[in-house]
């Protein structure tokens, strides 16, 4: 059974279409009746939106099976009032979820990624924090990667933030423990039955921020090189020893085909 990433996994950065092999391997685990959830960090757009754009460029997925951080925000973030930080987009879907964005009292500082932060930005979000906002991160990517080039994620800048105010923060998305505890629930709705983490494979691009926060729950990890990596020294030699993905792929057809020789 498997948790899948979407961005940089099944869709380009680049362009959005699908990767290789990503629209074959959800009709084989759909034919081969394997249970899986789609858990992305889409912020930008309604996840309505998202998962019928999902669908409409060629992925059979079910509403049952997709979960993003906008279908569990108002569980976790009660304040209303927030300074957040991001794409217009998301921005825009904050305020349809009822959110008011305040950016002179704010309650908390709610962090996503877009490609144009700039030190001003940085300086109201640490005033806030030092007049008690609390911090919130939409999600916590690592790395942010748009038009070819590399950005920081809003989990460096999280961590920046944490350094920077000597605050700690929570995180909506993943690698949240709260966001992978909703996924299984719903993963096991969909199966009538308990499941631990082990049984569960995560499959992304994002190998700090996806896949270590899956390998701490126990879950096992295939990391794919169609998104923010292109080459697995970039990044593998640099994390610890326990936290790296059991298996590494060039894409999903790659891990279609190792799925198919092992079965």
Do not use: W
Request: aromatic residues 10%.
């Amino acid at each position: 059974m498997y948790f899948i990433d979407v961005q940089g996994t099944l869709i380009s950065d680049e362009d959005k279409s699908p990767i290789n092999g990503a629209i074959d391997f959800i009709e084989y685990l759909n034919a081969s009746n394997d249970p899986f959830m789609i858990v992305t960090n889409n912020t930008k757009n309604p996840s309505a939106e998202f998962l019928h754009f999902l669908q409409g460029s060629g992925f059979s997925i079910e509403q049952t099976h997709y979960l993003d951080p906008l279908m569990v925000i108002q569980e976790q973030v009660k304040m209303k009032k927030l300074a957040a930080y991001g794409d217009e987009k998301l921005l825009a879907v904050l305020e349809k979820l009822g959110y008011e964005l305040d950016y002179t009292n704010p309650d908390c500082v709610c962090v996503g990624v877009k490609q144009d932060y700039n030190s001003e930005d940085f300086a109201q979000m640490i005033d806030f924090l030092l007049n008690g906002a609390k911090l919130i991160g939409m999600h916590a990517i690592t790395l942010y990667a748009k038009d070819g080039k590399r950005y920081p994620g809003s989990g460096a800048i999280l961590e920046m933030l944490k350094a920077a105010a000597i605050v700690d923060y929570e995180i909506v998305g993943k690698p949240s423990l709260t966001f992978y505890r909703h996924a299984k629930e719903m993963l096991e709705a969909t199966m009538s039955q308990k499941i631990d983490f082990s049984d569960i494979t995560m499959i992304s691009d994002d190998v700090q921020g996806d896949l270590s926060g899956a390998k701490e729950l126990g879950m096992k990890t295939i990391f794919v090189l169609s998104g923010k990596y292109h080459d697995a020294d970039e990044i593998i030699p640099h994390l610890k020893p326990e936290l790296r993905p059991d298996l590494i792929f060039k894409d999903m057809a790659e891990v279609l085909k190792h799925l198919k020789e092992n079965i």
